[in-house]
């Protein structure tokens, strides 16, 4: 049995984001809950060195559209700028929200037939990664998408936020 590309990648995408979504939504009712703010959640990270946790999720949101573009045979640099915004966990909920209907609409049958499509990305200064379709969302997209999820989820709980396997799974 063959999967088809789009079913791979709007799946994992849409599973990823339902599992960030029920995450978020936990660690905004814990800050609540203890009367904490939300920086004290959003602001969190395990190095000095390291991006903040709502700094995992606009970067995710905006690699998930960008990936949905190149996936489509869209430059993007034709993309509108997705700013690093999200203050709040509302914010970065309605991120989640509006980024993975971008997902959602991408035509399936577009994302198929670019299976073998040469993907160009700058991953650096003066370099750039080649990919074709199948390999950029088989091994390049996927790890991406669930490293800054896990990792998010790693940073809210380790501020104690009540959240387990199957809300990080998003079931």
């Not at 990823?16 to 936990?26: I, S």
């Not at 970067?59 to 998930?64: L, P, Q, S």
């Not at 690093?84 to 037939?113: K, N, S, W, Y």
Request: glycine fraction near 8%; include cysteine; proline fraction near 4%.
């Amino acid at each position: 049995m063959t999967e088809a590309l789009s079913h791979i990648f709007k799946g994992s995408t849409a599973q990823a984001f339902r599992g960030l979504t029920t995450v978020l939504t936990k660690a905004k009712a814990q800050a609540e809950a203890t009367g904490a703010s939300e920086e004290a959640y959003l602001g969190a990270r395990l190095y000095p060195d390291m991006n903040d946790m709502k700094w995992q999720v606009q970067m995710i949101t905006e690699f998930a559209v960008r990936g949905a573009a190149r996936m489509s045979g869209v430059a993007t640099d034709d993309l509108p700028d997705m700013a690093m915004e999200g203050e709040t966990f509302d914010a970065l909920i309605a991120r989640i929200a509006a980024c993975a209907q971008t997902v959602a609409d991408t035509p399936d049958a577009v994302i198929d037939g670019n299976a073998e499509m040469m993907i160009s990305m700058p991953i650096g200064p003066e370099q750039s990664l080649d990919l074709d379709g199948k390999t950029y969302v088989l091994s390049f997209y996927i790890p991406n998408l669930f490293f800054h999820v896990t990792t998010a989820y790693n940073l809210l709980r380790m501020q104690g936020v009540p959240v387990g396997k199957k809300d990080y799974m998003g079931m």
